[in-house]
């Protein structure tokens, strides 16, 4: 397993602004995960993207992917008060357990 | 989508006691789960992989006798925290994955806060 590294740690923002986070992570993928977690929650997956894709779409999400670099980005579009939580990255090499990093905090403020 | 129940949600015991937490795939059926173990403002600790019908996969620094893991069908596993003390307290969160495809996401259960006193 590897464990992607988010940046920043911790973000914030207004309500109706755009938020950016970035995953690097450092061998080769079959996909990459998004999840989010807020405040004394599980996780909840949000979007994969494969090794072969380089941008998908889910309704304000934006998620793109830079094999190249090892890295990938993920735009939330007109954030909202309740997109306010913990964001991480996965980097899925196969049948092995998903690792986490410390993830990007966003407070989105109304 | 599908859907992992973790129970009990919360839980409180003495030190000393031993505590067993439940994770379900509830529509799905998973060869493997996963065990997490996350502190305040921290991110997730994989503790270990749950295999059906074989032994758990530890990770290094997690002691196998103190986190007991059994998998005994396709869709439980359970962790039981044996002889508690303060310092186990946490936040732990199971996941599992559809045996049909290890290379699809992950789905997490809602965690159960322990707390020992």
């Known amino acids: 397993s590897q464990q992607g590294e988010e940046d920043p740690q911790a973000l914030s923002i207004q309500e109706g602004e755009n938020a950016t986070m970035n995953c690097s992570y450092k061998?080769?993928?079959?996909?990459l995960q998004w999840y989010r977690q807020n405040s004394g929650r599980g996780l909840v997956h949000l979007i994969l993207i494969r090794s072969n894709e380089r941008e998908k779409h889910s309704g304000r999400l934006r998620v793109t992917l830079d094999t190249s670099k090892k890295s990938s980005s993920l735009l939330i579009t007109a954030s909202r008060a309740a997109d306010t939580a913990s964001y991480f990255c996965a980097p899925n090499s196969g049948n092995t357990p998903l690792v986490f990093g410390k993830g990007t905090r966003l407070s989105v403020i109304a | 989508g599908a859907v992992v129940s973790q129970h009990p949600s919360r839980v409180i015991c003495k030190s000393g006691t031993s505590v067993k937490i439940e994770c379900r795939s509830l529509?799905?059926?998973?060869?493997?789960m996963f065990w997490y173990r996350q502190f305040p403002k921290k991110s997730l600790m994989l503790m270990a992989t749950s295999n059906e019908g074989s032994k758990a996969t530890y990770e290094q620094g997690v002691e196998k006798d103190k986190f007991l893991i059994n998998h005994a069908s396709l869709t439980l596993s359970t962790l039981t925290v044996t002889s508690a003390h303060p310092e186990d307290s946490s936040f732990y969160i199971c996941s599992a994955r559809d045996r049909r495809d290890s290379y699809t996401e992950a789905f997490f259960g809602q965690g159960t806060r322990l707390t020992v006193v």
């Open positions: 061998t080769s993928i079959n996909n």
């Open positions: 529509d799905f059926q998973a060869t493997t």
